[in-house]
């Protein structure tokens, strides 16, 4: 009954010109979303990543929830995290909740990359 | 271009997640007719999902055959949204979600559904079951009011 | 994707003009779960706001204290949209509206919402009160068809 | 409870460079629009007419029915009629209804006023 989320993992690079892992995620981000998201966040390696909400349509409070997972695994294992292609309305609520925290928020991706 | 108040539409949706969408979609064109702007209606379809979200899960544990309500009211200021379930409401109203106890692995990722609905709305109230007759969630948006100056009043 | 077989979403409308772009909202939001392409969305809610209109003005005859009914039920194949109204229906259906007669002012320049209907949807039936309880039109879109070739096979 | 139709009164020029009226519309086109569309055709002086659709977001049948008076007028008078800015479904119910025989749908400005 949920559009499933697709994530797709891309390769660019930072400010220093080091590597990058890019998730770019499309469809919802809601409580179906746990494989799809936790699982790419597993596939990449090392080093920091940015994560591409510009496809997305939805995102609830369990979506939420997930995307703080990963922002968990990040900060555990000291990698940084910045996101882009939010629409005005969900930075705001990234940024209620607190994620605006721990993952900085950026309008698109050659910004966000050179946050990194 | 405000309903008269009193003007009502209503939304029965099965308890299934997934259908809070069709609420999102009725809500915002209710609010859409009311004459709300753009990012107000934001605010609203997002309230009423995660209202409907809870009621499906929590009030109506998922169970299909139950339905949940949705009564969308134009008031003389503005829309009043009911969202109602089977279940038996709640005692009290769990803490506010702290970022950094939730990362920190202090507590569950989850629990943001309610404080997002009050952050997002003018008046949420939770009000439960007394008679059998289902508990509900009751939110408010008004119209003349600017969201950002409303936040901080709060 | 498609929702079980039986699953519905019903919404109640005031008859007020204006409020058929609610039941648009919510036929959307459904038909966008199920998976419809957005073509047959458009399609779909022309011709439920029609449907809205027509149990506005002919049905209910803009009585504000009656309202309209909106079914929408998921089938093995498509959508079903049920609009019911407190009418007695029609007797017979009115005659395919003619450009040529309406520019040269020998038809009413109106009369084409039951055309629009039949010509977006796969199905379209009305049926009048018989025992009291409500006259309706029943529109079907189906999943599986795509729609101008569905539209020459009839 | 509608949205309110505003019409604006233009003047542009066509093919040959004599001048064209465009009439554009906003919000909806629905049994409330009649005043401000039809208003708007009687103060529009003689010759080819375009209708500018872009900014508006509903049409219903009695919108439709509202245009056809419009094309009636037209047609009596001898004056040429384009529109454009719709979107495709609106170019389709247009073309379902038999308008497209009394006046060419364009999909922008240029190719419709080029058409006059
Ligand atoms: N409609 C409801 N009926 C019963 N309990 C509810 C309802 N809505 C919320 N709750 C309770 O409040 C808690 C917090 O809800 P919420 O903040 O939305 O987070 P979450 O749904 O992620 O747990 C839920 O876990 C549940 O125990
Ligand atoms: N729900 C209804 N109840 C009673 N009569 C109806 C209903 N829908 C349509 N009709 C009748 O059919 C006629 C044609 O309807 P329609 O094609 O939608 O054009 P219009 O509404 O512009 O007249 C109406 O004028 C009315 O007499």
Chains 1, 4 share one sequence.
């Not at chain 2, 108040?5 to 939304?11: D, I, L, N, P, Y």
């Not at chain 2, 109602?84 to 506010?96: I, L, Y």
Request: glycine share 8%; with cysteine; hydrophobic share 40%.
């Amino acid at each position: 009954m949920q559009a499933e989320t697709k994530t797709t993992v891309d390769q660019t690079s930072g400010a220093s010109g080091a590597p990058v892992s890019v998730l770019r995620f499309s469809g919802d981000i809601s409580s179906t979303s746990k494989d799809s998201l936790l699982g790419a966040w597993q596939s990449v390696h090392d080093g920091p990543v940015l994560l591409d909400f510009t496809k997305v349509d939805y995102i609830n409070s369990s979506g939420i929830a997930l995307i703080i997972q990963m922002l968990m695994e990040a900060d555990k294992t000291g990698r940084k995290v910045a996101a882009f292609g939010l629409t005005p309305h969900f930075q705001k609520v990234f940024t209620m909740v607190g994620i605006a925290k721990y993952a900085g928020l950026y309008k698109d991706e050659p910004t966000a990359a050179a946050s990194l | 271009m405000i309903p008269t108040a009193g003007t009502s539409v209503e939304v029965r949706l099965p308890s299934r997640l997934g259908f809070e969408k069709v609420a999102m979609g009725t809500a915002a064109s209710v609010a859409q007719l009311m004459g709300f702007p753009p990012d107000r209606i934001e605010d609203l379809k997002t309230a009423v999902a995660e209202a409907c979200i809870n009621a499906i899960e929590h009030g109506n544990r998922l169970n299909e055959k139950l339905s949940v309500g949705v009564i969308l009211s134009a008031t003389a200021d503005g829309l009043e949204v009911k969202v109602v379930d089977n279940g038996t409401g709640m005692e009290k109203q769990p803490p506010k979600p702290d970022i950094d106890r939730k990362i920190h692995g202090e507590e569950d990722p989850r629990g943001m559904g309610m404080f997002l609905i009050q952050a997002l709305v003018d008046e949420a109230e939770w009000v439960h079951d007394s008679k059998g007759k289902g508990s509900y969630v009751r939110l408010v948006i008004r119209l003349d009011k600017d969201s950002e100056f409303d936040k901080e009043s709060k």
